[in-house]
């Protein structure tokens, strides 16, 4: 009763997110702490592993964009974005 939505505009985001909310979500985030994790404790104890910080850094990048790009799916900006990133798909 009290935390009904007012109008419709909040329902229909709730809907979205509850929509667009994947279990699978907290996974990728989990995968990104980890990857962090690792990749700054190569920076700390490991700077001669090249390959390693490299190989982490790329990885924790790509992440980080995903993680992006789920939380934009959910606030309902994620076809916002698909269109702007529209001009990469002609390559």
């Known amino acids: 009763m009290f935390f009904s ?14 929509q667009a909310f994947q279990l699978w979500d907290l996974f990728m985030f ?13 920076l700390k104890h490991d700077r001669d592993n090249k390959l ?5 850094a ?7 964009f995903l ?5 934009a799916n959910w606030m309902g900006y994620l076809d916002e974005i698909q269109e702007g ?4 798909r002609s390559w």
Do not use: Q, Y
């Open 52 to 56: 390693g910080i490299g190989f982490s």
């Open 30 to 42: 989990a995968f990104t702490i980890l990857i962090a994790w690792g990749f700054f404790r190569l």
């Open 58 to 64: 790329i990885a924790l990048l790509l992440f980080l």
């Open 67 to 71: 993680d992006v790009m789920v939380v």
């Open 5 to 18: 939505a007012s109008d419709g505009a909040e329902a229909a985001a709730t809907s979205t997110f509850a």
């Open 85 to 88: 990133l529209k001009f990469l």
